[in-house]
């Protein structure tokens, strides 16, 4: 990913945050998922009067392009409107973005846009991907 590509990301997903549905918390969240072929979709939190329904802007994002074909992403970039620190994606949402990848970026921004990146894969370490379905098992299931 080059700089430009960096700084788009930073760019759409503080501009997703403007869409967020946050009536309750009034947190708003957005998020800008670049897929491996270079299109981007957006997404911002939905929440629901029912609160445990809330989808966080990581996950419309990722339902968005996953439901339009895609399952390569090269980046996530996540905004807020916290002043000082950066946002970082919920248990939830992280094991959402190892189902795609361990080792793909996640951009969590400040409004400043000033921003860390990190690899989905560190921000849940030891995660459960397909594959340790596969691994051996004490007994055999008929
Ligand atoms: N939220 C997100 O959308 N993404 C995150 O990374 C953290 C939390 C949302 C869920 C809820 O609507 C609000 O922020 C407060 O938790």
């Not at 966080?56 to 992403?73: D, I, P, Q």
């Not at 921004?109 to 921000?123: A, F, I, R, S, V």
Request: neutral net charge; hydrophobic residues 35%.
């Amino acid at each position: 990913m080059d700089e430009k590509q960096v700084d788009d990301l930073v760019r759409r997903c503080q501009e997703a945050k403007e869409q967020s549905y946050s009536p309750y918390s009034k947190f708003r969240v957005g998020a800008a998922l670049l897929c491996q072929d270079g299109r981007i979709y957006t997404g911002c939190n939905v929440e629901n009067v029912s609160y445990g329904l809330t989808i966080c802007a990581e996950r419309t994002a990722l339902v968005k392009a996953v439901s339009e074909g895609h399952r390569k992403f090269k980046a996530i970039a996540i905004a807020s409107d916290l002043a000082n620190k950066t946002i970082s994606p919920c248990g939830a949402c992280r094991q959402f973005l190892v189902e795609f990848g361990v080792s793909w970026d996640v951009i969590m921004t400040k409004p400043d846009m000033t921003y860390k990146t990190m690899k989905t894969g560190e921000l849940l370490p030891l995660c459960v991907v397909s594959e340790s379905l596969e691994e051996e098992k004490v007994s055999k299931l008929a």
